[in-house]
Structure formats: structure tokens, C-alpha cells
């Protein structure tokens, strides 16, 4: 009797931590840096249960260092894995892959909550005052016009976005830093849904056309 009463315990105990698990927000902190002719880069922060478990990635692209135009993606100590290089020469043909379960990125972008995001910098061309004014003030229209599009539906997010320009000389510098948070339970179901919806469509369609061949 002991020993079952243990068992329970232990079940219980499981599905809670599933349970909470699914409904505790994933937050995702994002910080990137552009500067030309020097490159990009961003850093990416998972955490999970309010910080209890991290995971952390930084994505590296060079563009004129030796050697040239990789992405390379940081994690730990690890040494960095090169994940896009141009030009490189085909390797062996692969066998082909099984289709995967793709991902209705419009549906679950409706359940991310976008918390903050600001995009500053500064945009400069050399002995040109009116381009650089000009040019500063676009790029900061053309960001905010496409994020506030992109953000319509996200009511309480934070978004600042400030391209000052630089007289000085050539210059181009962007910053980005964001917060965004989603909980996982929705995640899964925003996918199951958009395949069950896109299965049932398929299905009309076959009997459709089976019927007028």
C-alpha cells in the first residue's frame, strides 16, 4: 500500500510539472548588433520557468573578415558551427528526406507576445549632410511603418525605433533588442489545429476531384 501511494505521489507530481510546463511563458530576449563593413551579429536567450533554465545562442555573420560571408552559430563552449557559407562546392548527394510537419508561422506568431522592441543606430555618408538626413529619416519610417504592420494585433507592445544620422562620415549601425514570450500549450495547439484544418481541406479536394475524373 505504501509503495502504490508513492506511485501516485510520483504520477501526480509528473503531471503537474507537465502541466505547468505547458502554461509557464517561454521568454525569448533578443539583442543584435549590424555595423558595416564589419558584420552582424545576434544573441539569442531561451528562458524557461522564469529563468530556472537558459539556453543562449549567437548567431555571427562576417562580412569582409577572412574568411568572408559566413553565419556561424555560437552555443556555450562549443566550437561554432558554420551554418551558411556561399560558394562552396556540392558535397555527395544526400538521400532524399522524409517530408516533414511544416509550421504555420501565422498562426503562432498570433500567440507570441511581443513585449519590447527598439531598433536604434545611425546611418551617415560621407561630405553628403542632405543624403544622410534624408536617407536616416527613411530608414527609420520604412522600420516603423513595417513593424507597427507587423505588430497590428500585439496591443501592449513596446516599439521605438531611432536612426539618428551621422555627419561625421560613412556609417551604418542598427541595434536591436526585444522581448517576446509565448507559452508553449498554445504553441502546440496553433500547430495541431492549422494541420487538422489543413488535412480536412485536403481531403475535400481529393473527393472533389475524384468525382469529376
Known amino acids: 500500500m505504501p509503495l502504490l501511494r508513492v506511485l501516485w505521489i510520483i504520477l501526480l507530481a509528473l503531471f503537474a510539472f507537465v502541466t505547468l510546463a505547458l502554461w509557464w511563458p517561454v521568454m525569448l ?8 563593413p564589419k558584420g552582424a ?3 539569442l536567450n531561451i528562458r524557461f520557468f522564469s529563468g530556472l533554465i537558459r539556453l543562449k545562442y549567437r548567431l555571427k555573420a562576417n562580412l569582409y573578415e577572412k574568411p568572408p560571408l559566413h553565419v556561424l552559430l555560437y552555443h556555450g563552449k562549443e566550437e561554432p558551427r558554420v551554418l551558411w557559407r556561399p560558394g562552396q562546392e556540392p558535397g555527395p548527394k544526400k538521400k532524399p528526406r522524409t517530408k516533414r510537419m511544416a509550421l504555420p508561422l501565422r498562426e503562432i506568431w498570433r500567440h507570441v507576445d511581443i513585449r519590447r522592441l527598439r531598433i536604434t543606430g545611425e546611418l551617415g555618408i560621407k ?87
Open 29 to 36: 530576449s533578443v539583442e543584435g548588433s549590424l555595423a558595416l
Open 41 to 43: 551579429e545576434v544573441t
Open 127 to 213: 561630405d553628403d549632410a542632405f543624403y544622410t538626413a534624408m536617407l536616416s529619416g527613411l530608414l527609420s519610417s520604412t522600420l516603423q511603418a513595417g513593424l507597427i504592420a507587423v505588430c497590428a494585433d500585439k496591443k501592449n507592445s513596446e516599439i521605438v525605433i531611432d536612426i539618428a544620422p551621422q555627419f561625421s562620415g560613412d556609417s551604418l549601425r542598427l541595434n536591436l533588442e526585444g522581448i517576446a514570450g509565448c507559452s508553449p500549450i498554445h504553441i502546440i495547439s496553433a500547430i495541431l489545429i492549422w494541420h487538422l484544418k489543413n488535412r480536412k481541406g485536403q481531403a475535400t479536394v481529393w473527393h472533389i476531384l475524384s468525382k469529376t475524373s
